[in-house]
């Protein structure tokens, strides 16, 4: 599984860093993550609002921090 | 009635049944005064934050630049600056939204409205308004920021400064898909209250000194000891608000507490409007940011129309409403 970080390297964009790292450990799944902070590659996925978290190429949210367990569900559904 | 009537009795018990303070002294105004806004700056924060967010959930950028790309000029710009009221910004979302909204191809007038009116009137202003000022205040200040964002936008639309903005902001690039799932009514509240939250523990430390330091004042400087200095017969009292206001972008918070007891004391009230609006509408750490996108020249024609604009409305105020 891909998985990228898109912000700026503003504190959201940490924090959203983090919650998905501990999201996927407790999920088990292995994952790179990568962090994407050039806004041109960033605006290219379509977002308007950083952090956004980017599923082998699926952009799964935007414009928000969720919390480890929403991460955790939104990465189930994806799976599915 | 007014619906604040119950916290002013609550204020009043604690500040002399609970603290003992003697009635009628100075600290008895000071700290009566202090308990009475934070709580119900606080109480405000929680219904208009939580109510705003609710409303942004049904309308994440994404869409709205989807609206905005199919719309005329004119109408474009007022809806622009309608929809940047319910948007929040901070500096670090100004790029994402300008080059989104440009390749999207929304016109460059239209952005600008967006852009001015998003920092301008943003909920946080709103509820200290609302809560020290009173509703008219408030109603003022939108009406003045949304006239600035979209007569601005219009101006910069017809100034053909397009060669001006960096040019890969035209280039469009798609690295992946956008899915953004549609949130049911338990995701909406929960972002609501997230965001909430957020917001309420960044600014909570801003708000309370701003508050102090305007209790301080309100209850231990004598009232009209300002208006000497920055009355409404100060011809330049307005442009020098709007210089100090430029740097005190990230203390907003706390600054418009401050203003609100300095138009108690005799600042007039279309020198605090302008200092407000430029505190929130002309941000130094938005301009640098913004230079990664556009010509520097560009930056100074929208800080000059912005920066005017508030000048105008400071001294229209002061001159309808001056004492």
């Given at each position: 599984m891909d998985i990228k970080i898109l912000g700026t390297g503003c504190p959201n964009c940490q924090r959203l860093e983090q919650n998905t790292k501990q999201a996927l450990e407790e999920l088990k799944i292995e994952a790179v993550v990568e962090k994407v902070t050039d806004i041109q590659d960033i605006i290219g996925y379509g977002i308007m609002s950083t952090p956004a978290l980017v599923v082998d190429g699926n952009v799964l949210l935007a414009g928000m921090v969720p919390s480890v367990n929403d991460i955790k569900e939104k990465i189930e559904n994806y799976i599915k | 009635m007014d619906i604040f009537y119950p916290i002013q009795i609550l204020a009043d018990w604690l500040t002399y049944?609970?603290?003992?303070i003697i009635p009628g002294t100075l600290l008895a105004g000071a700290v009566n005064f202090f308990i009475f806004d934070t709580i119900k700056i606080f109480l405000l924060l929680l219904v208009i934050i939580f109510s705003v967010s609710l409303i942004r959930s049904f309308l994440p950028p994404e869409k709205i630049r989807n609206i905005l790309s199919h719309e005329k000029k004119y109408f474009g710009n007022i809806l622009a600056s309608l929809l940047g009221i319910i948007t929040p910004f901070c500096t670090c979302s100004a790029i994402p939204l300008f080059l989104g909204f440009l390749e999207a191809g929304v016109p460059l007038g239209t952005t600008f409205s967006f852009l001015v009116a998003s920092p301008m009137i943003n909920e946080v202003a709103l509820v200290l308004l609302l809560g020290l000022f009173g509703w008219k205040i408030a109603l003022l200040y939108i009406a003045s920021g949304l006239a600035i964002a979209i007569i601005s936008g219009i101006i910069i639309g017809h100034l053909k400064v397009e060669n001006l903005v960096e040019e890969f902001a035209y280039k469009s690039k798609s690295n992946g898909r956008l899915q953004l799932p549609e949130m049911d009514w338990k995701q909406r509240t929960d972002y609501a209250k997230n965001y909430t939250a957020d917001i309420i523990k960044k600014v909570w430390i801003y708000v309370v000194v701003g508050i102090g330091i305007g209790a301080w004042i309100h209850g231990y400087v004598p009232a009209d000891f300002l208006a000497r200095y920055a009355g409404s017969g100060k011809w330049y009292a307005v442009p020098l608000a709007v210089l100090v206001g430029i740097p005190l972008y990230s203390n907003a918070a706390g600054v418009i507490p401050l203003v609100g007891v300095l138009t108690e004391k005799g600042v007039s009230i279309g020198t605090s409007l302008a200092f407000m609006m430029a505190v929130t509408g002309l941000s130094l750490p938005e301009f640098l940011i913004l230079k990664k996108v556009m010509k520097t020249k560009l930056i100074l024609i929208f800080a000059g129309i912005v920066g005017m604009g508030i000048i105008f409305t400071g001294y229209l105020f002061n001159f309808i409403l001056g004492h």
């Open positions: - | 049944v609970v603290f003992g």
